[in-house]
């Protein structure tokens, strides 16, 4: 079936300006995690939704950046007046209803160049 | 303070040599381990989830065993296809958000 999907995979931006990422999560997934993986790094957290609850927006670096989901389903996160330290892969993250162990699925990511 | 680090940061093989990677953590409460397998320009991909100490799983040419401090990804004569960074990552407390390590770049040459 069809897995995480994110667009565009690729984006250059001018610094200062306002980009705009998007995930499409596995159908029935109710989890939605957002991670940023600069190069040669691990895995940084981001943003976790999870049903109608509030999400935990513990990672987000600053308030530049933020996160949402609309029905459930598709989220987008938009990063304000980007800096050229904000270049890296987005990279998002669905799994399905569980205790919370549940292996993640990612999508291939969104490159992210601010110039 | 919860962490986990992976070693070595890189690993090169010739094809048929076995070795292991490690995941060493300081968790409260570990809740899972997890290993993924990520290749160049592509997402994560997950391989196995080991919950208590002892534990072990199996996928083709890998086995992921499980301690108290530490985590191994041991890989029998591995093929050049299995070139990829292996990434562990746990589940602390309360939290239902993954922690990665930095992972180890694997190279199998033939």
């Known amino acids: 079936g069809a897995g995480v999907s994110q667009s565009p995979s690729n984006k250059v931006t001018e610094k200062g300006k306002d980009v705009e990422l998007r995930c499409d999560p596995i159908s029935g997934h109710t989890a939605l995690y957002w991670y940023r993986q600069s190069l040669g790094q691990g895995l940084e957290f981001l943003i976790y939704f999870q049903g109608n609850s509030a999400p935990d927006k513990s990672g987000l670096p600053s308030d530049r950046f933020s996160a949402e989901r609309t029905g459930g389903s598709v989220s987008t996160l938009t990063i304000q007046r980007t800096q050229q330290e904000d270049s890296a892969v987005y990279l998002c993250?669905?799994?399905?209803?569980?205790?919370?162990?549940?292996?993640?699925?990612f999508g291939n990511g969104t490159r992210l160049t601010v110039t | 303070e919860d962490q986990v680090t992976q070693s070595p940061e890189a690993l090169r093989l010739q094809e048929g040599e076995s070795s292991s990677l490690n995941c060493s953590y300081t968790v409260s409460g570990l809740r899972g381990l997890f290993w993924y397998r990520q290749d160049p320009g592509k997402g994560p991909e997950f391989l196995f989830t080991l919950y208590s100490a002892g534990e072990e799983k199996e996928k083709e040419r890998l086995k992921a065993t499980l301690t108290k401090k530490e985590s191994f990804l041991h890989i029998t004569a591995p093929k050049p296809e299995d070139s990829a960074t292996y990434l562990c990552?746990?589940?602390?407390?309360?939290?239902?958000?993954?922690?990665f390590g930095a992972g180890t770049r694997l190279a199998v040459h033939p």
């Open positions: 990552a746990f589940l602390s407390g309360g939290y239902n958000k993954l922690i």
């Open positions: 993250a669905s799994s399905p209803p569980g205790q919370g162990d549940s292996p993640l699925h």
